[in-house]
């Protein structure tokens, strides 16, 4: 298990809950375990090849995935994981 | 460069500032580093007004104002710079009235424009700090980039519905080093359509108050050398919840602008890079370039796309070759001269240059801006 914490925009594709446990061991796992709770949030989250979007930076702890090993990266019962999207403001 | 150390203050000026003079660790010498900065603002609405507000009672010397908009009844909500009296006027100009009465001892230049890829390192280059409070994803790398282009730090801060984002990007430490910038958090924007570029944006009110004056924050930070800049990190505060995160960014060897293998070496086409313009654009000569080359003999080809009833009608001696025609006659297009290529008004020719430089390469196409129409009524040369 590890905690997700979801960011304003992503919200609505889970209900309004801003914190969800996940059951994972990687990073990867526990997004796919997101999206597979929450299906209309999946397009958001991979890109077509499966990969995740690259506005969407996320976080283990205080770490960037980028610079641990990416999708891969570890997660224990108590890690936090962020995700981040970039936000630019009122409009498009 | 006259130093800080300079800087001379008036009486009404020490008393002003004197809450700043008396902090330990802060002082004069800080004050003086605020009144001899030149800070640019871009955007003054949500994040700018807490900005400008505090930079300006705080006492930086000149603050550079860029916004090409008008206050609306609906930025009032949020936009503290500006009353009911100002809506109908240019923000710059409200701005700049407002905060002259509070700060009288500070000079204010306003831009009155979009900042664009034309006229970003020309605003840019005369100030020493960015902060950008803009609202647009295609803004945002224009701002990053000139940043980066010009060696400036972006005190960068952005809001969306309940949650902000701060961060220093671009700044180079008292040992010379460069911290991340904002291509080093997020290498490409959303595309459209995607959240959070939705057009369901959004904002609670008081949120650009709370992110906007920790950007001012920063921005007094990074002049005067006080504490630490957010540089290498992102702070984020929900505003639902009351949680404060800071995560660690750093300097990635791909970043496009200042990586190992830079290939931004200038501005870009923003709308197109945010995917907020479909096509993809095609370089342009105006008809007095164009008449220009004709004047002074340069090699060229010209090539017309129009039908060949609109030729007979009126041409200026292109090579008739119909747009529905242009790929399977491609052979009779140079490649060894600039080749301008032109239709009516401009649609027809750029859809011929893009399909001949998808399929064929090319790189020497030039589209007539205006077409034939500017032409015959701008320049109307003696045939």
Same mark, same amino acid.
């Not at chain 2, 800080?4 to 004069?28: T, V």
């Given at each position: 298990?590890?905690?997700?914490?979801?960011?304003?925009?992503?919200?609505?594709?889970?209900?309004?809950?801003?914190?969800?446990?996940?059951?994972?061991?990687?990073?990867?796992?526990?997004?796919?375990?997101?999206?597979?709770?929450?299906?209309?949030?999946?397009?958001?989250?991979?890109?077509?090849?499966?990969?995740?979007?690259?506005?969407?930076?996320?976080?283990?702890?205080?770490?960037?995935?980028?610079?641990?090993?990416?999708?891969?990266?570890?997660?224990?019962?108590?890690?936090?994981?962020?995700?981040?999207?970039?936000?630019?403001?009122?409009?498009? | 460069?006259?130093?800080?150390?300079?800087?001379?203050?008036?009486?009404?000026?020490?008393?002003?500032?004197?809450?700043h003079?008396?902090?330990?660790?802060?002082?004069?010498?800080?004050?003086?580093?605020l009144?001899?900065?030149?800070v640019?603002v871009?955007?003054?609405?949500?994040l700018g007004s807490p900005l400008l507000l505090y930079l300006a009672a705080a006492g930086v010397?000149?603050l550079?104002?860029?916004?090409?908009?008008?206050?609306?009844?609906?930025?009032?909500?949020?936009?503290v710079l500006?009353?009911?009296?100002?809506?109908?006027?240019?923000?710059?100009?409200?701005?700049?009235?407002?905060l002259?009465?509070l700060n009288?001892?500070?000079?204010?230049?306003?831009?009155?424009?979009?900042?664009?890829?034309?006229?970003?390192?020309?605003?840019?280059?005369?100030?020493?700090?960015?902060a950008?409070?803009?609202?647009?994803?295609?803004?945002?790398?224009?701002?990053?980039?000139?940043?980066?282009?010009?060696?400036?730090?972006?005190?960068?801060?952005?809001?969306?519905?309940?949650?902000?984002?701060?961060?220093?990007?671009?700044?180079?430490?008292?040992?010379?080093?460069?911290?991340?910038?904002?291509?080093?958090?997020?290498?490409?924007?959303?595309?459209?359509?995607?959240?959070?570029?939705?057009?369901?944006?959004?904002?609670?009110?008081?949120?650009?108050g709370?992110?906007g004056s920790m950007q001012a924050n920063e921005v007094i *930070?990074? /002049?005067?050398? !006080?504490?630490?800049?957010? +540089? %290498?990190?992102?702070?984020?505060?929900?505003?639902?919840?009351? $949680?404060?995160?800071?995560?660690?960014?750093?300097?990635?060897?791909?970043?496009?602008?200042?990586?190992?293998?830079?290939?931004?070496?200038?501005?870009?086409?923003?709308?197109?890079?945010?995917?907020?313009?479909?096509?993809?654009?095609?370089?342009?000569?105006?008809?007095?370039?164009?008449?220009?080359?004709?004047?002074?003999?340069?090699?060229?080809?010209?090539?017309?796309?129009?039908?060949?009833?609109?030729?007979?009608?009126?041409?200026?001696?292109?090579?008739?070759?119909?747009?529905?025609?242009?790929?399977?006659?491609?052979?009779?297009?140079? *490649?060894? /001269?600039?080749? !301008?290529?032109?239709?009516? +008004? %401009?649609?027809?020719?750029?859809?011929?240059?893009?399909?001949? $430089?998808?399929?064929?390469?090319?790189?020497?196409?030039?589209?007539?801006?205006?077409?034939?129409?500017?032409?015959?009524?701008?320049?109307?040369?003696?045939?």
């Amino acid at each position: 298990m590890a905690t997700i914490l979801i960011p304003t925009p992503l919200r609505k594709f889970t209900e309004n809950q801003s914190k969800l446990q996940v059951n994972a061991g990687t990073i990867q796992e526990a997004l796919q375990d997101l999206a597979s709770n929450f299906p209309d949030l999946k397009k958001h989250l991979f890109d077509e090849n499966g990969k995740i979007r690259t506005f969407l930076n996320v976080f283990v702890e205080e770490d960037d995935i980028r610079d641990l090993q990416q999708g891969e990266t570890q997660v224990a019962h108590d890690t936090v994981v962020s995700i981040i999207p970039a936000i630019a403001g009122g409009s498009i | 460069m006259p130093s800080h150390l300079d800087i001379q203050f008036s009486k009404e000026e020490l008393a002003r500032y004197d809450r700043h003079i008396i902090i330990p660790g802060f002082g004069l010498e800080a004050q003086q580093k605020l009144k001899a900065a030149k800070v640019l603002v871009v955007g003054s609405g949500g994040l700018g007004s807490p900005l400008l507000l505090y930079l300006a009672a705080a006492g930086v010397g000149t603050l550079g104002i860029v916004d090409f908009d008008t206050v609306d009844d609906s930025n009032l909500q949020r936009q503290v710079l500006f009353g009911k009296q100002d809506v109908g006027l240019k923000k710059a100009d409200a701005a700049q009235k407002r905060l002259e009465s509070l700060n009288p001892h500070i000079k204010i230049q306003v831009h009155h424009t979009r900042l664009t890829s034309e006229n970003a390192l020309d605003i840019i280059k005369d100030y020493d700090v960015v902060a950008d409070g803009t609202d647009n994803f295609p803004t945002r790398y224009l701002v990053n980039d000139a940043s980066v282009l010009l060696g400036k730090t972006n005190v960068y801060a952005s809001i969306f519905q309940f949650e902000g984002q701060v961060a220093v990007f671009n700044y180079t430490n008292s040992k010379g080093e460069t911290g991340p910038n904002y291509r080093d958090l997020y290498p490409t924007p959303p595309p459209p359509g995607l959240v959070p570029s939705c057009a369901e944006g959004g904002v609670l009110g008081v949120l650009p108050g709370i992110i906007g004056s920790m950007q001012a924050n920063e921005v007094i *930070k990074v /002049v005067t050398g !006080v504490g630490e800049p957010l +540089s %290498g990190r992102l702070f984020i505060f929900d505003a639902l919840n009351f $949680e404060t995160r800071t995560f660690k960014v750093k300097r990635r060897d791909d970043n496009p602008l200042n990586g190992s293998n830079p290939t931004i070496t200038k501005l870009i086409d923003y709308e197109f890079f945010c995917g907020l313009k479909t096509e993809k654009p095609v370089q342009e000569i105006t008809v007095e370039q164009f008449y220009d080359w004709q004047v002074k003999g340069e090699k060229f080809q010209l090539i017309d796309v129009r039908e060949p009833h609109e030729y007979e009608t009126s041409n200026i001696g292109g090579k008739l070759i119909p747009l529905g025609t242009v790929l399977e006659n491609a052979n009779l297009i140079r *490649k060894d /001269v600039k080749v !301008v290529v032109h239709c009516k +008004s %401009g649609a027809r020719s750029a859809k011929a240059i893009r399909e001949l $430089e998808e399929k064929f390469g090319y790189n020497n196409l030039y589209n007539l801006k205006g077409g034939i129409l500017a032409y015959l009524s701008q320049v109307a040369p003696v045939s």
